[in-house]
């Protein structure tokens, strides 16, 4: 089975980029869809962003769309995620998480392997 390793979570100012990085080890990440969600204290875990297998397809969150932009290089065996113009409001953990089905999926049950998370915190 795969296993994934978040890193890139920081502390960052309003308005400011980070890139989070999932990384893949045990199975190649070119088999499997990888979705990003987060979860703010208090809240549920929710859906962020989502990248088909094939790269062919991507998917957003409207609270982050515009702003964040999901990739893959499946010859480094990793999925970044692009944030820009950070807000408050996307204070998280961030989880990357995979799923080996056809369909890409926004559903958090769908996917059945989560890296541990890395903690993003914009500051006002």
């Known amino acids: 089975q795969v296993q994934l390793a978040e890193s890139g979570g920081a502390l960052v100012q309003a308005g400011g980029s980070l890139r989070l990085s999932c990384v893949a080890s045990?199975?190649?990440?070119?088999?499997?869809?990888i979705a990003w969600f987060r979860q703010a204290p208090g809240k549920e875990r929710e859906f962020a962003a989502a990248i088909h297998w094939s790269a062919g397809s991507t998917y957003y969150a409207d609270s982050v769309k515009g702003r964040f932009t999901i990739s893959r290089d499946n010859a480094k065996n990793t999925v970044y995620l692009q944030m820009n113009s950070l807000k408050p409001e996307d204070t998280a953990v961030y989880y990357c998480a995979a799923d080996s089905s056809q369909y890409l999926s926004l559903s958090r049950s769908e996917y059945n392997y989560w890296g541990q998370g890395t903690q993003v915190t914009v500051s006002s």
């Open positions: 045990g199975r190649p990440i070119g088999n499997y869809n």
